[in-house]
C-alpha cells in the first residue's frame, strides 16, 4: 500500500457529494438566494473534496505511526531475547498477531517483510521500501538507522532502543499538544457556524431586512465579501491547529 495516495471507495465517495451538495444548497441559499451562485460555489466543493483526502491521508499516516511504534517495541524485546535482526521480525509478527489489537496496517507491513526475507531479499532494502511507502518520518529515520547499522557495524539492538524511546517522547508530547488544541478546534468550528445561524435567526425574525440583503446589488456585495471572510477564518483556523512534532 502506498501511504501517500489516498484511493477512497465508493461509500466515502457517495458520502462525500452528499455532504458537499447539502453544503452548497445551504450556503447557496443563505448567503445568495440564487441559483447562478449555487453553481458558482461548485468549485468550493473541489477544494474541500481535496481537504477531506489530505486529511484522510494524515489520518492514515498517524495510525501506521503508532502502530509502527508498537511494533518495534516488540522488535526490540525479542532483540534483547537474543534473535537476529530478520529473526525478530517473524517473532514480532506473531506478538502483532496474539495481542488482541485491531491493527490496521503494520501486521500486513511486517509480513511483507517477512515475504521478502523468504525471497532472500534484504532487510534494510524491505525497511526502505516501506519508509519510502509509508512517507512517515519515523518509519524513514528507523530505515536510515538500519540501513546504517548494517553498513558499518553498528549496533542495531542500541538503535531500536534509542528510536522507541524518541517515539515515546513525541507521542507524549502529541497527546499533550492535541488536548490542548482540541479545546481551539471547538471553539473555531463555533466560530464558522455562527455567522450561518445569524442569517437564519435575522431571515425567521426580519425577513423584509434580509430581501434588501438579497436583491440589492450592495446587499449582494456585502454578502458575498462576507462569505469569502468565513472561508478565509476557515482556513486560518485550519492553519493554526495543524500542529506537527517532528
Known sequence: MDYRIYKPDKVWIIREIVKLFILDLIVGYLFFRNIIALVLLLPFGYFIWKKDINEAVKERKKVLSKEFKD???????????GYSLERSFYKTYQDLQKSGIAYRYIIDEVKLIINGLECNNRVEG????FAKRSDVADVKDFSELITVSKIYGGNILSVIRQTVSNLSGKYMVEDEIETIISAKKMEGK???VMPFLIIVYMNITNKGYMDVIY????GKIVMAVGFMMIV?????IDKIVDIEVE
Do not use: C
Not at 126 to 129: A, G, I, R, T, V
Not at 215 to 218: C, M, Q, R, S
Open 232 to 236: 478565509a477564518a476557515a482556513i486560518a
Open 71 to 81: 511494533m518495534i517495541t516488540s522488535l526490540s524485546g525479542n532483540l534483547n531475547a
Open 215 to 218: 436583491y440589492t446589488l450592495p
Open 126 to 129: 524491505l525497511l526502505s521500501d
Open 190 to 192: 463555533i466560530m464558522l
